[in-house]
């Protein structure tokens, strides 16, 4: 079964920084895209990083470009987003996520398949 643990969710004040972690076991690490997915209680689900499997190819939403970056460690089997410049509107719970089809696009929210618990981040003004 594929498990996904995010960590490193927290309080923050606005213009700070949190990495964000996410620990993958149960398939082949690097065969996979992986995203991360955020959740505020107001708004629906916002697809915000992705990154392919080998890493070179991302995707990025006008929300968080520029302040955001996703990267992964495949030896460690681990996907992180580095989040910079943070402000109240990214106060959201942040899930990992990936998905089952090797072929489908990485940078749509619609083919990812499995996603984790969340972690919560809270910026405060």
């Known amino acids: 079964q594929v498990r996904l643990v995010e960590s490193g969710g927290g309080l923050v004040q606005a213009g700070g920084s949190l990495r964000l972690s996410c620990a993958a076991s149960g398939r082949p690490f690097s065969s996979y895209a992986m995203g991360w997915v955020r959740h505020a209680p107001v708004n629906e689900r916002e697809f915000v990083e992705a990154i392919s499997g080998s890493g070179v190819n991302t995707y990025h939403a006008d929300a968080v470009k520029g302040r955001f970056t996703i990267y992964r460690d495949n030896a460690k089997n681990t996907v992180y987003l580095q989040m910079n410049s943070l402000n109240p509107e990214d106060t959201a719970v942040y899930y990992c996520?990936?998905?089952?089809?090797?072929?489908?696009?990485?940078?749509?929210?619609?083919?990812?398949?499995?996603w984790g618990q969340g972690t919560q981040v809270t910026v405060s003004s």
């Open positions: 996520a990936t998905k089952l089809d090797y072929y489908s696009d990485y940078a749509s929210q619609g083919n990812y398949d499995y």
